[in-house]
């Protein structure tokens, strides 16, 4: 608490420049960990994706080079390099420097674009510990270099051979290079996989143009290519390559309609069945995907159902089912891919995840009726696997309806409504409360001893869990061993979940670090991504990290996590091995209570790892390959990454 009282003028600090924005960059960025690191990448490669989606670029390069450098290039126009009549100063240096500058503004040059607010190559620049710009335009090439987002001179024509980089002498476009800043970030060491599964994406959205990223760091490079003609369709048919498909071909609708203020709003959508339970759909925003959905996702919605609804009623399917079908059934086990682009959209939200422009939804729901009936009309085989899917679908929601309320009346008879193997805690704040799920009723017993019960539950889990991956939701709710975890935690499961009703604000899942602990973690993690999702996505699911190794001598103990602690342990010792007294713990069950508290569920002394959903395409597919019905997938993951294993206790 401040104890001056002299407040006045003097006391009003004005950043000027990008200051602000290496003073809070998380206000600019999110984060300055790896998320903030790999964003600075992505403001880059936006602009030069803007370009493309404008037709005048057809190559994107994003390369890693060795020192934490990161290198983007484009055969953009590139950015223009001429004095601004009013500012006095190159474009290239407005645009590298000063907030809110950019063409992004002026609707003649960008019709559409995903960076709206002309803030993120200054961004990137004033996160750097230097940046430099190359521009190529007319045979010429004009440079800038800056320090902390300051430019270090004006911008100059350069010959070819001062290039850091090869270049061709017909080049044209933009090159962007930079250092982030080490007193800002936490790591400045960038993830190669983490990006390619971004431009990935971003190469699916925008056909025919060609995103590459090479890692230079390594002694030989590791190279991605990817162009994809088929768009939105190859999208669909990425995402369902593990599964089995309803119909071979993807849908794809696409088309144009007026926005109502002199723009047009563009259409793409791509849809395919599989045999599965699990709805997928990704939608897009001018590139920019839109996880809280939107009004675009809106009219897609009601466009589908309408459309499956009017011809369930001429179908032989329609004697089948006495009501209508739902919005849940004509959507288990599709995958859609929908993208539009907007000339000026408007987002919910800094992060802009929700597209809320009113426009939208009737302009994709008119559209995607009209092409969706001329396509079924057209493709009566189609239209019929799909109908035979919802409908049993439907039947699958009336009878898990009827197992919902049969388990409420249960409830209602049960003064508390929870399980009789839980262990709760005392306190009922769900933001101090944790919920460990413990394998097996000895693991149980010990941790119930270690917890600390003011604010510790521990439910322990027995038998088989069951694979939710291949189950529709009434046999999900009603398994005898998902009811006490669904009960627990309780808000619900599937489209009921409500993630603010939960009664622990962390959910640990604590098993034996062995192959079975390993198998029970993964089943739980698939259970809560398929049918509690906001649970993983707002951060409340973490896995425990217990011990492997107890390291005794001289009436001292130590804990191990993996074999290289404890053989620092030993050496560190200053005795032979064999004076050393080595436990291996196989189980959680063979733990004093006292040792399990201290190295697992103190919250002061253990380690637990917070589980993340940082890209929902590569987090589906690995989940689809791990645990879907396809055999030959998972033996390909298993024998690629094999050598990958550490700690492997078979």
């Known amino acids: 608490m401040s104890t001056d009282n002299n407040y006045s003028a003097k006391n009003i600090t004005v950043l000027k420049g990008l200051e602000a924005v290496r003073t809070r960059p998380g206000m600019y960025i999110g984060t300055t960990g790896i998320d903030g690191l790999h964003h600075l990448v992505f403001e880059v490669v936006d602009n030069s994706v803007d370009e493309a989606m404008q037709g005048f670029c057809t190559n994107i390069t994003v390369v890693l080079e060795g020192n ?291 426009e939208v939804k009737g302009i994709v729901e008119s559209l995607v009726n009209e092409q969706l009936e001329l396509y079924f009309d057209q493709h009566p085989d189609v239209i019929n696997n799909i109908l035979e899917k919802s409908v049993l679908a439907a039947k699958a929601r009336i009878a898990a309806r009827q197992a919902r309320d049969a388990t409420r009346r249960k409830n209602a008879m049960d003064s508390a409504g929870l399980p009789g193997k839980l262990a709760d805690c005392s306190e009922k704040d769900p933001e101090k409360c944790e919920l460990f799920i413990v394998e097996g009723d000895s693991a149980g017993g010990t941790a119930k001893g270690g917890r600390d019960r003011r604010y510790q539950a521990i439910l322990p889990l027995w038998g088989k869990m069951l694979n939710v991956e291949k189950q529709r939701i009434e046999k999900v709710i009603t398994n005898e061993k998902l009811q006490p975890i669904i009960a627990s935690i309780g808000a619900g499961c599937g489209n009921n979940f409500d993630v603010s009703k939960i009664r622990y604000h962390k959910i640990i899942i604590m098993a034996d670090a062995d192959v079975d602990g390993s198998h029970i973690r993964t089943l739980l993690l698939t259970f809560f991504y398929r049918y509690m999702t906001p649970l993983i996505e707002k951060g409340h699911v973490y896995l425990a990290m217990p011990p ?51 190295t697992t569920m103190d919250v002061n002394k253990r380690n637990i790892i917070q589980v993340h959903l940082d890209d929902d395409v590569e987090a589906e597919r690995i989940i689809t390959t791990l645990m879907g019905e396809v055999v030959g997938p998972r033996r390909e993951f298993i024998e690629e990454n094999a050598l990958l294993v550490s700690n492997l206790d078979v």
Request: with cysteine; net charge neutral; proline share 3%.
């Open 68 to 358: 934490d450098v990161v290198r983007v290039e484009d055969n953009g126009r590139g950015i223009p390099v001429d004095i601004h009549p009013t500012e006095k100063v190159s474009a290239l240096e407005l645009v590298m420097t000063r907030l809110h500058a950019g063409g992004k503004f002026d609707k003649k040059s960008y019709k559409v674009s995903g960076g709206l607010h002309g803030v993120g190559v200054s961004v990137v620049n004033a996160l750097s510990e230097w940046c430099e710009a190359f521009v190529h335009i007319d045979g010429k090439i004009h440079t800038q270099q800056y320090k902390a987002g300051i430019s270090q001179g004006p911008a100059k024509e350069i010959p070819a051979s001062n290039l850091p980089y090869p270049s061709a002498p017909d080049r044209k476009g933009t090159v962007i290079r930079w250092k982030a800043d080490t007193s800002i970030f936490e790591t400045t060491t960038h993830n190669f996989d983490a990006l390619s599964n971004r431009l990935r994406e971003l190469a699916f959205l925008n056909k025919g143009l060609k995103i590459t990223i090479r890692d230079e760091r390594l002694s030989t490079p590791k190279v991605h290519d990817f162009m994809f003609e088929g768009g939105v369709k190859s999208f669909v048919e990425y995402l369902n390559q593990n599964k089995t498909v309803l119909y071979k071909e993807p849908v794809f609708l696409s088309g144009t309609r007026d926005d109502g203020a002199g723009g047009e709003i563009e259409v793409e959508v791509g849809i395919q069945y599989n045999d599965g339970f699990n709805e997928i759909m990704f939608s897009f925003v001018n590139d920019i995907n839109t996880r809280e959905g939107g009004t675009h996702l809106g009219g897609f919605k009601s466009a589908l159902t309408r459309t499956l609804n009017e011809f369930l009623k001429k179908s032989k399917h329609s004697k089948k089912l006495d009501e209508t079908l739902s919005g849940d059934d004509v959507r288990e086990g599709l995958t859609a891919v929908l993208s539009v682009k907007v000339p000026n959209p408007q987002f919910e939200g800094q992060t802009k995840g929700k597209l809320g422009n009113s």
């Open 548 to 598: 492997l190794y107890r390291v005794s001598y001289d009436r001292k103990s130590f804990y191990a996590y993996d074999d290289a602690e404890k053989d620092r342990i030993i050496a560190e010792s200053g005795k032979d091995a064999e004076k050393v007294v080595v436990q291996r713990y196989k189980g959680l069950g063979e733990m004093n209570s006292d040792q399990l508290c201290d």
